[in-house]
């Protein structure tokens, strides 16, 4: 039976992975792969996260089944760090998901069940399974206008032009906050313009949120699903504790659905346990444990908001650090954008052929769009990555 199948393409982000690996050049730079990297380029456990593992490790009791949802107590603080107070807890259905993927998936199979061929408007350009993974879940994908590849600047005047003639009920995909892969993300006036465009043209906001902490802070970048939520009556929200809590292997992400009214919350619970238990039944503990803990505990938290700190001003660092020996590498050319974007992306902006040279050339690594992910930039070697930009321009 299974000769009836074609080989596929393996996924273009996760295949530069293997490839970095299988390079034995001894200076190559890896900006594939959305993890997070120190100086030395590692990516270690957090260290609130070891400290949460070892408590977790001492008191737990047991191992047996959570149920569909996953642990409630990691389900209310994921759901508070998420929506602060704006929404009553009555009105959101908040599940455990196996990471920020496992959330896109069933909220994409509660939308579908809610509405068929549902229609989902993504940015033009968004992360590369946002549409791979939707379109197979039933879902219509249809793309708005986001970067302006000339101008280096998001393209808000079409956006909105766009998002106003979609038909009333139609979703929109928004990023929460770190633009994948533009790292572009819409100021507090436009997301407060998009908010009461959605409002009005009755769209429905399904944002994913997978960087929280990484842009300007936990609660700031929160602002725009706040906002929202203060505005609308319905909206969805996946989150993924993959990179700010660097538990990226252990899946721990969430899935809230606001709706207008507690009963029809438990209604959409019933619902999205429902397809859970048809898909892989219950979601992995232990990295949801860790989140728990950490969360629920002052102290713990503290150490982890500073963590997210660290991580958040190393990344901006190197952003600085590249534009300015870019400046002085390839003087006739500016890059000036990459330090106005924000989170782990960026797209240097040269050609697909150029990437593939720097790859080949260079042993330097990235996604064929040119985004970087600026983790993989080090004190080491950011000169030897300017360079390397600089001789294929
Ligand atoms: C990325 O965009 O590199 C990350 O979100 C990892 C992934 O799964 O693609």
């Known amino acids: 039976m299974f000769d009836s199948l074609n080989a596929l393409p393996s996924d273009a982000i996760l295949r530069l992975i293997a490839e970095h690996a299988n390079d034995a050049r001894s200076n190559t730079v890896d900006l594939g792969v959305g993890v997070y990297r120190t100086e030395d380029g590692e990516t270690p456990v957090l260290k609130s996260v070891k400290a949460a593992e070892r408590q977790v490790l001492e008191t737990q009791t047991t191992k047996t089944y959570l149920g569909s949802g996953g642990d409630p107590e990691f389900n209310a603080l994921i759901q508070k760090l998420t929506f602060g107070d704006e929404v009553a807890a009555e009105r959101v259905m908040t599940l455990q998901a196996p990471g920020g993927s496992g959330a896109l998936r069933v909220a994409a199979g509660v939308i579908s069940r809610a509405r068929e061929n549902a229609t989902v408007w993504h940015s033009d350009p968004t992360w590369a399974n946002h549409v791979p993974l939707l379109a197979g879940a039933g879902l219509t994908l249809k793309p708005y206008p986001y970067y302006d590849a000339e101008a280096r600047t998001i393209r808000f005047e079409q956006m909105l032009e766009t998002l106003s003639q ?3 009920g139609d979703i929109v995909l928004l990023h929460g906050c770190c633009h994948n892969p533009t790292g572009m993300d819409l100021s ?11 409002a009005s043209r009755k769209l429905l906001p399904f944002v994913d949120l997978a960087y929280q902490g990484f842009a300007e802070g936990i609660e700031e970048d929160a602002y725009g699903i706040r906002l929202l939520a203060g505005m609308v009556p319905e909206m969805v929200v996946a989150t993924s504790c993959s990179k700010n809590f660097a538990l990226y292997r252990d899946r721990v992400g969430s899935l809230s659905i606001v709706t207008s009214n507690a009963k029809t919350a438990g ?4 619902q999205a346990h429902n397809l859970v238990r ?18 629920g505990d002052a102290e713990q938290r503290a150490n982890w908001v500073n ?20 400046r002085d590498k390839a003087p006739d050319h500016d890059f000036s954008h990459i330090e106005r974007a924000n989170g782990m992306f960026c797209f240097v902006g040269i050609s697909e052929e150029q990437v593939e040279q720097l790859k080949k050339d260079c042993g330097v690594y990235m996604v064929g769009s040119s985004r970087i992910n600026v983790a993989g930039i080090t004190p080491g070697n950011v000169d030897y990555l300017a360079e390397s930009i600089a001789s294929v321009l």
């Open 188 to 198: 507090r006036e436009q997301w407060q313009a998009v908010a009461e465009l959605l």
């Open 307 to 326: 963590e997210v700190k660290e991580m958040r001003e190393r990344l901006q660092a190197m952003r600085t650090g590249l534009v300015a020996k870019l």
């Open 278 to 295: 048809t898909m892989y039944s219950m979601p992995p503990d232990h990295g949801a444990a860790v989140v728990r803990t950490i969360l």
């Open 166 to 168: 979609a038909p009333e």
């Open 267 to 270: 209604i959409v619970r019933s």
